[in-house]
């Protein structure tokens, strides 16, 4: 006998297994069953409903796009609840309204996105504000690494742009005149096709401006930038300008004050605003020679004016990208006001920064104020020298210069009266 | 003016003109005028270049003509009627009072082979020339300036460049301009800088003295050379006949060239 029951044991265990495939496949079949009763209706084009407001909701759906996509293997009841215990089909139609709660399943996703700005917004009232669907699909769910998905990286800017690039809905939602899908189309991450809105943005949990939390409020733009950038960042938070943007000073540049927002472009493209041929034109001066932000923070408008009206800035306002721009001296994500020994520009490190440019330069060189402007009232013996001959020279050009235009014109006078016809 | 003459006049006028050029595009680089040197690729570059390159040539045109001044007997003769004297200041007093109606009927002024104006505006040149050249150093050797000389020095020396820039242009265009093309005598031009010759009738007007003696000089070589200069006519006899003669001659038949060209345009009927 013992032998007998050992030799029926492969057979046990082979019946075993054909009888759960066997549940497995009817289950599935069963399913299936469901779905084939559904789409007995629901593959009509046609099939339309009245919602509470008389908007026509479109009732149809694609059955071989719905097997194919990532929830192709699921009963129609699983996420269309209320269809189990309701007489659907046979006209208590309007038990199916309820959205579908994706969370039922997508727990942490749901957790995330309620957190977030679209759940909030939707709070509120608003009406066209993002549901699950909105940016995943409906019945064409695809995992967001498949091409085919909303959510693939290259789909991403269209499926965002669908409401943030449509002017009707921006102008609804008071989002100012950005079209940040155009900008960004034309921006060198744009362009590279590896960064998407949600990089900066976030996905289920995106934030608004002014949420503290928010990976585009101030103060974390540098952090956010700073997942692809760390060196950058790096350098920038120990920058004066990333100090005081730390401390929340809202005048206080962040990554996006210099090289903007959703239109960044590379340094060497002409339209960047850190573009060398502008750093100095606009960039830096849209604070420096600002009245406000320099009467605040006392750094005075008079170095962009004096470096306007010195050799470098002249040159560099004719197009001489040889010539120094602020950048040249004061160093880029890295600059540090003068009093810090770290900085290029304290005065023990001014010999090399100049030196930079001019070979040989000697500690003299570098001694004495660069921004300075000459005058009669300045501080500096030197300023008030140079301002001196300067007003000598235009007094000078005034008296010689209108002596001579006095003589020439009686000579002239006289000469062209002694010509008058008689 | 001898041929020599008219090329370091010619020399001048040239380098000088792109001195101006290029270095108020520097002082004034959004400028209207300053875009051809702006808007091309390097041009600000290019412009510090001719600019320097201007410069030397003008030192250099300095030194040639302080060789000219000292080596030749043409050139003593210069600086010595070139000599400011009391009768200049006469001059410029009487030539005031004429053009102000003071003196009436307008006194006839003779003046010398320089008159106050040409004097007032060589100095001036020369003055120029110096302060420019020291300060352009300065300006070009700011490495080499800044190792033995305070900061401010150097901002010194780029607001007398600019003034003194601003005030010789001016000079040019105000006193140049009007004695050798807007003085009534004169326009549209003085053809001098091109011929090195001037009409009897403007040299009466400008060089009186000269003239009187020239004339006087001329007679005596007539005794000498019997008829030689007699078809001079109207016009004043150059101090090197020889080498003067063949300069004319070479521009005269240039002169010609061009217009026959010019004419043969004009009747120009297609072929």
Redesign the interface.
């Known amino acids: 006998m013992r032998g007998k029951e050992g030799k029926y044991k492969p057979l046990i265990l082979f019946l075993m297994i054909l009888s759960f495939l066997v549940v497995w496949i009817i289950s599935i079949d069963k399913g299936w069953a469901k779905n084939s009763f559904c789409f007995e209706c629901h593959k009509d084009e046609t099939l339309k409903k009245q919602d509470e407001r008389g908007r026509t909701i479109s009732l149809y759906v694609n059955e071989t796009e719905f097997r194919n996509s990532a929830h192709g293997k699921l009963s129609c009841s699983d996420c269309h609840v209320p269809i189990k215990d309701d007489a659907h089909a046979e006209g208590g139609k309007k038990k199916a309204d309820k959205k579908v709660n994706c969370g039922s399943c997508h727990k942490e996703a749901e957790k995330e996105y309620l957190q977030g700005l679209h759940s909030k917004m939707i709070m509120k009232g608003t009406e066209r504000a993002a549901y699950c669907h909105e940016c995943h699909g409906k019945h064409d769910i695809f995992p967001s690494k498949n091409p085919k998905s909303k959510t693939h990286k290259s789909n991403i800017d269209q499926t965002c742009n669908r409401c943030h690039s449509d002017i009707e809905f921006v102008r609804e939602h008071a989002l100012g005149s950005i079209i940040p899908g155009e900008e960004f189309k034309k921006s060198v991450h744009g362009k590279s096709g590896e960064v998407t809105c949600i990089s900066c943005h976030g996905s289920h949990n995106l934030r608004s401006l002014v949420d503290p939390k928010s990976s585009i409020f101030r103060s974390n733009i540098p952090q956010t930038c700073g997942s692809c950038h760390p060196e950058i960042t790096q350098q920038f938070v120990e920058s004066i300008h990333g100090v005081l943007a730390a401390r929340g000073r809202t005048d206080a540049p962040t990554c996006t004050t210099c090289h903007g927002i959703h239109g960044i472009k590379a340094k060497v493209d002409p339209d960047s605003p850190v573009h060398e041929r502008r750093i100095a034109l606009t960039t830096c001066p849209q604070c420096h020679a600002a009245e406000r932000i320099s009467k605040e923070y006392r750094i005075t408008t008079t170095p962009v004016k004096s470096y306007y009206e010195s ?1 470098h800035g ?2 560099y ?4 990208t ?2 120094a721009n602020c950048a040249s001296c004061h160093g880029v994500h890295d600059i540090r006001p003068s009093s810090d020994p770290k900085s290029s520009v304290h005065p023990s490190n001014l010999q090399k920064t100049c030196g930079n440019c ?5 500690e ?2 570098a ?3 660069i921004h300075s402007v ?1 005058s009669v009232k300045a501080e ?4 008030r ?2 301002g001196w ?2 007003v000598i ?2 007094v ?2 005034v008296v ?2 209108g002596g ?2 006095f ?2 014109f ?7 009266i ?2 008058r016809p008689k | 003016m001898t041929l020599n003459e008219r090329l370091q006049h010619l020399n001048l006028f040239i380098n000088f003109t792109i001195l101006v050029i290029t270095g108020f595009a520097l002082s004034f680089p959004t400028a209207f005028w300053a875009s051809p040197i702006t808007e091309v690729p390097a041009g600000m570059t290019l412009r510090g270049f001719l600019h320097r390159l201007s410069g030397v040539a003008i030192v250099f045109l300095g030194g040639y003509h302080l060789l000219y001044c000292a080596f030749t007997k043409r050139g003593r003769g210069i600086i010595r009627d070139m000599i400011p004297t009391w009768k200049d200041a006469l001059d410029l007093w009487e030539t005031l009072k004429n053009n102000l109606f003071i003196n009436r009927p307008p006194k006839k002024i003779k003046m010398g082979r320089f008159n106050f104006r040409e004097k007032f505006e060589y100095f001036g040149l020369i003055w120029g020339t110096l302060v420019m050249t020291i300060t352009g150093f300065i300006l070009w050797f700011e490495v080499e300036w800044l190792k033995y000389f305070p900061q401010w020095t150097y901002h010194l020396a780029r607001t007398i460049h600019f003034y003194e820039a601003i005030l010789a242009t001016l000079t040019i265009i105000v006193w140049h301009f009007y004695s050798v093309i807007f003085n009534p005598d004169v326009y549209p031009m003085n053809w001098a800088w091109i011929t090195g010759e001037m009409t009897e009738h403007e040299m009466e007007l400008e060089h009186g003295l000269e003239l009187e003696r020239l004339k006087a000089e001329s007679k005596t070589r007539l005794v000498e050379f019997g008829e030689a200069y007699a078809e001079g006519g109207g016009k004043v006899i150059p101090l090197h006949p020889e080498e003067e003669m063949k300069s004319t001659r070479s521009i005269r038949r240039l002169y010609s060239i061009v217009q026959s060209l010019n004419e043969t345009i004009k009747s120009w009927r297609g072929a």
Do not use: C, Q
């Open positions: 050799f002249l040159s306002r004719g197009g001489d040889y010539s001019h070979p040989g330069a000697s003299n060189f001694k004495g104020k000459a500096d013996i030197g300023d020298i140079v001959v300067k020279y235009i000078l050009i010689v210069i001579m235009v003589f020439n009686t000579d002239w006078l006289r000469k062209t002694e010509r």
